[in-house]
């Protein structure tokens, strides 16, 4: 039997999208060292590598912002649903807010 939760996969792809953000950080910093290490070295190989490096660091900052961007408008959409939805069932909205704080409460307060 197999379980399909859209939820679930979306907070997957996010965790994935953020382990991938950190790792093109990490990626720049590393890079960014390197060149600075490599600044005295006037072999022309090394001239070469450093701009590679350079105009590859530069697309990973653009896609990491992009990433971030997309990100941020996706957070942005879900807040607006979540808004929609407490707009159109204030009621429900409130008496499930009251049954998760009691529930919550109960759980907490147990010995």
């Known amino acids: ?29 590393d890079a960014e060292e390197l060149l600075k290490v490599t600044a005295g070295d006037v072999s022309e190989k090394t001239k070469e590598a450093r701009s590679k490096l350079a105009s590859a660091l530069e697309r990973a900052k653009a896609s990491c912002q992009q990433m971030e961007e997309r990100a941020l408008a996706s957070a942005k959409d879900a807040a607006r649903k979540a808004d929609m939805a407490i707009r ?5 909205s409130i008496g499930l807010a009251f049954g998760l704080g009691l529930l919550i409460g109960v759980l907490v307060g147990r010995k």
Do not use: W
Request: glycine fraction near 0%.
């Open 88 to 92: 159109s069932h204030p009621y429900e």
């Open 1 to 29: 039997m197999e379980t399909h939760f859209d939820n679930m996969e979306r907070a997957q792809n996010e965790v994935a999208r953020e382990r991938i953000m950190e790792d093109l950080k990490s990626l720049a910093r």
